[in-house]
């Protein structure tokens, strides 16, 4: 996993050498719910950005995405954490003066701990790895020279398989179309 996200990285640095414009970004979103003044969920996600554009239709680029999820008022208490390494190759076809439609053909591998917190605190800790190929459409807004607005929703064609991390596990194999609702983001870049 390791050499995979190095030559990953490598051939990114590579690709920038040449590349017309650069930025850097990406989204944060925090939610929590509750019930009868009880704190029952939270979520925290924080996803950093870095790309490359060689010019008006085509660049590429790579999100390194944490997310966390607590459920706290249900016994046992639930902790969920996730890592996410996502590179991408973006392409630009429509631009409207300051608006532009990209798609994002994204391959990503996950890495998730779902902690349950037991009785006299002893955890129990159920980790899943998951790789992922993805086209996820979104829409960017340029403020001005330097700053951009960027959102993306779901994915137009996907393909997932999660695998628990333990011997004799089954692998769940999920494919998806015009999933656009699923995993919405709206987030920001700043170009140099």
Do not use: C
Request: aromatic share 14%.
């Amino acid at each position: 996993m390791k050499k995979i996200m190095m030559t990953m990285a490598a051939a990114l640095m590579a690709v920038s050498m040449n590349a017309q414009n650069m930025y850097v970004g990406g989204s944060l979103g925090f939610t929590t719910t509750s019930y009868d003044g009880k704190t029952t969920n939270s979520t925290l996600k924080f996803i950093p950005e870095f790309g490359v554009s060689f010019n008006n239709l085509m660049g590429v680029g790579m999100e390194i995405g944490y997310s966390s999820s607590t459920k706290e008022a249900t016994e046992p208490k639930l902790t969920n954490s996730t890592f996410t390494f996502a590179p991408y190759f973006r392409l630009t076809p429509l631009h409207w003066g300051k608006v532009s439609v990209f798609a994002d053909g994204k391959f990503a591998l996950s890495m998730n701990n779902n902690e349950q917190a037991g009785p006299n605190d002893n955890a129990v800790d159920n980790k899943t790895n998951t790789f992922g190929i993805y086209v996820q459409p979104g829409f960017a807004y340029n403020l001005n020279d330097k700053f951009t607005l960027v959102s993306k929703f779901g994915n137009l064609l996907g393909y997932r398989s999660s695998k628990p991390d333990a011997d004799g596990a089954k692998a769940t194999n999920t494919f998806s179309f015009m999933d656009l609702s699923n995993n919405v983001q709206f987030g920001f870049y700043y170009n140099f």
